[in-house]
């Protein structure tokens, strides 16, 4: 990523001014070597914010075009009671017990700047959660929530970060959640899309297009 070749640079220009500022105190050129020992450790600093910010997107994927992300199939154990299995490119796969009538994915997303795009920074996404999804609002209101995480925590989350400081970002042009939901049926495939304007998710067999066909 051309973010991390950026921290990189960074990093030897810091050692560079290091090498200077020693230099400059075995002359006894105070100020200059305050000065050059000042800028290495601003440079030294901002080469570990760039390396951290990269580090942290390699957990987000890359969005150029509609993109397909992931795979789900549904069997029905009892009465609005599921079991899903989801299958994504980038992790192993992964099942869930889900009450409701709906199934529902979020994701996050980062949009950046059109001179971050020049640096190779497109659109980026994060499938984030799993849940159910009751069509009567009482029983969703007091039958028990099936929800799943799809993300691991981290301890720096650019999308966060960009949600409460967003000055410390300028780069960054919206941060938001995408979610998407269609019914639960009992031999049902479906796919997930991300696209520029969100998720969306496609019937992928008989049993999953009557459903969406059918629904109340």
């Given at each position: 990523?051309?973010?991390t ?9 810091s050692f560079?001014l290091?090498?200077?500022t ?10 200059r070597?305050t ?60 099942q869930f017990?889900?009450s ?27 499938l ?27 301890r720096i989350?650019?999308w966060?970060?960009a ?11 919206a941060?938001?959640?995408?979610a998407?939901?269609v019914?639960l ?9 991300a696209?520029?304007?969100?998720l ?6 008989g049993?999953?297009?009557k459903?969406?066909?059918?629904w109340?």
């Open positions: 990523m051309i973010l070749l950026i921290a990189i640079i960074f990093l030897l220009a560079l290091l090498v200077m020693i230099r400059c105190c075995r002359r006894a050129q105070w100020f070597g000065f050059n020992g000042s800028l290495a450790l601003s440079t030294a600093l901002l080469s570990l914010v760039l390396l951290l910010i990269a580090s942290n997107l390699y957990n987000y994927q890359r969005l150029t075009h509609e993109q397909h992300i992931a795979d789900v199939y549904i069997k029905n154990n009892a009465a609005q009671q599921y079991q899903i299995t989801l299958k994504t490119p980038q992790q192993e796969t992964r017990e889900i409701g009538d709906d199934w529902q994915v979020d994701a996050r997303v980062l949009k950046w700047h059109p001179y971050a795009n020049l640096l190779g920074l497109d659109m980026q996404y994060q984030e959660r799993i849940s159910g999804r009751f069509i009567d609002i009482n029983q969703e209101k007091s039958k028990p929530r099936s929800v799943y995480a799809l993300s691991a925590d981290h989350d650019i966060q970060l949600r409460h400081y967003p000055e410390w970002l300028p780069f960054v042009d941060v938001y959640g995408s998407a939901y019914p049926s009992d031999g049902a495939k479906y796919q997930v899309f696209t520029q304007s969100g969306i998710i496609r019937a992928a067999n049993s999953a297009n459903a969406v066909t059918s109340r």
